[in-house]
């Protein structure tokens, strides 16, 4: 689940900037694969991806990190 909540905002925030899957997965060194899983839910970012995604997409980390549902 929280995978992906995070590969949501990732692609959200991804197209929100212009960015191609291609386009950044070739700015954070990363492979396009690696970010197709990230984005589909199927691997979880650790911190040095969350921060390399954030810099390079120019929005904070507070703006990027998903909110937490809150139960009633």
Do not use: C, H, Y
């Amino acid at each position: 689940m929280e995978a992906e909540q995070w590969g949501r905002r990732i692609r959200a925030f991804r197209k929100l900037k212009g960015f191609t899957q291609e386009g950044l997965a070739g700015e954070m060194n990363i492979s396009v694969s690696i970010l197709g899983e990230i984005e589909r839910g199927n691997r979880m970012p650790d911190e040095d991806m969350i921060q390399k995604v954030s810099q390079t997409l120019n929005i904070s980390l507070e703006e990027l990190t998903p909110k937490k549902v809150q139960q009633s």
